[in-house]
DNA sequence: AAACCTTTTTAGCGTCGGCTAACTTTTGTA
DNA sequence: TACAAAAGTTAGCCGACGCTAAAAAGGTTT
């Protein structure tokens, strides 16, 4: 049939050329290395502001780590220039980390916005807002904005 | 304005309870457990449909990583049940395999999909698919495919 | 001040998934 | 048949990120 669904362009029946597949795979392997860091940013810089400082335990007990591999990660994100910190001291963003903590947390509002206004139950866009995050380029995200805004005037 | 984009009940002021936030980033780390497994089982797949046949030579091509790596990965898949495998002879998947691979490309399709019918262009699409796939719920992928069902009569 | 508890840090283990280098096997060709 | 190229395997390095255990620093209580 002629009038399938599939369109000969959508459908999804042969491999994309091998470098061009190679290329996707590499993209998620990147987003991979940066997304724990950006998790670990974004939550400092919401314990700031919410609590009005970062500390270590807190932070270990929202990201259902212990507080060892938060000291490790910690002493990272300060070597990457993204916080400062003295020992047994609260944790502060640099610049750097302030901003990327800030992207982070208006791409994690525009998916999970754009998630419920797609009728996604609160709970469970939670959840995938967090994984899906830090893999959704500039272009999706526009999109998705612009679906909120015009899908959620009524409010979400 | 009180005709803001942001109403009260969507915006995210508050940070979830400690042990929910855990629970989110539990659930992350959990599909990256997953995560790579199943891209190189949907990859085997997709080549024992499209090539016949599915090689090392070519799993490392469009995986982007070198045959030493997915010698060892291919093991691995072995020791797990999804691959069956006789030393330099090609690979097949077991039953669990074939069962992962059609889950996988299935998932893979829907995102794909809803993308392009949201009005995301295609190589865009096909990289935020890769990196979204294995972090949608079967929740959201029914409201995902809900949407292009009904967004996307016209094809696209 | 001493004792005690919490918090932070350090040391060290294990797994995973990249990598290179070197080797073996298979395959294709002269 | 012999040799060269391609494909597959193995060994071992490295960094990342979980973990436990134990030491060090900070804060509180008596």
Redesign the interface.
Known sequence: MTSE?D?P??A?D???P?E??????????D??ETELIE?YVELIG??LD?AGEARAT?IA????VRQATVARMIRRLNELGFVTNEPYRAIFLTERGRAMANES?KR??VV??F??S????DA?????A???E????E??LD??RD???TH?KG??
């Open positions: 669904p369109t362009s959508s999804d042969s491999l994309p091998p061009q597949h190679a290329r996707q795979y590499a993209a998620v392997r987003a991979h998790d919401d314990l919410h807190d007990a929202r990201m259902g947390r994690h509002a999970l916005q998630l419920r797609l009728g996604v139950d469970t866009a939670r959840i995938d967090e994984g899906m830090h893999h959704v380029s272009k999706t999109v998705m679906f909120t805004a959620n409010g979400g």
